[in-house]
C-alpha cells in the first residue's frame, strides 16, 4: 500500500526561512515549489508536495521553526525557566546562569535540531542558581558534538 500524495501550503517570510525550509524538504524528500508572493507583507507561498506524513513532518517542524529559539533562566529570581524566544533564531539555546551567560548553537540537520534542543532543556532546566561553567560543561556533555557551547561569563 502506498502512502497519499498531498500538497500543503506554506507562508515563508524571509530568505533564511526559505533556505531552511529548501534544506528540510531535501531532507525528508518532499518537493517544494514557489507558488507566489503575498502582498502587503511580501510573504512568499509556496507549496509542499510529498507523502503526507513525511509533509506533515516539515510542516511541524516549520511551525516549530517560527517559534524561535530557547531560552533556559537559571538565575533564583527568573520568572520562568525556560520558554521560547521569537527574536532568537532557532537553533540557538541562550542559558542565563547566575554569574554569565552559555550559548548553544545546534549543527544537526533541521529535522534534528528539535531534539537536541530538547536533549539541552532536559539536562539543564533543575540547576537553577549555578554558575555558567557548570552549566557549560554539562551542555556539552548532554549536546555530545552535535553543537557548539560559548560561556560569556566568568
Known sequence: MGSETVRR???VVDEAGERY???LCQ?????MERVGVRTPDAMLLVALIGAAATVSFVVERWHDRLRG?????LRPEAERVAYRDPGLAYGY???RA???TVTVHVHELPSQTLEVVKVVVDALTGMTGKGAQ???RLARESVDGR???EVDGP
Open 9 to 11: 501550503s506554506v507562508d
Open 21 to 23: 525550509l529548501r534544506a
Open 27 to 31: 531532507e525528508q524528500g518532499v518537493t
Open 69 to 73: 529559539g530557547q531560552v533556559i533562566d
Open 93 to 95: 539555546v541562550v542559558v
Open 98 to 100: 547566575v554569574d554569565g
Open 134 to 136: 557548570e552549566v557549560a
Open 147 to 149: 553543537a557548539s557551547v
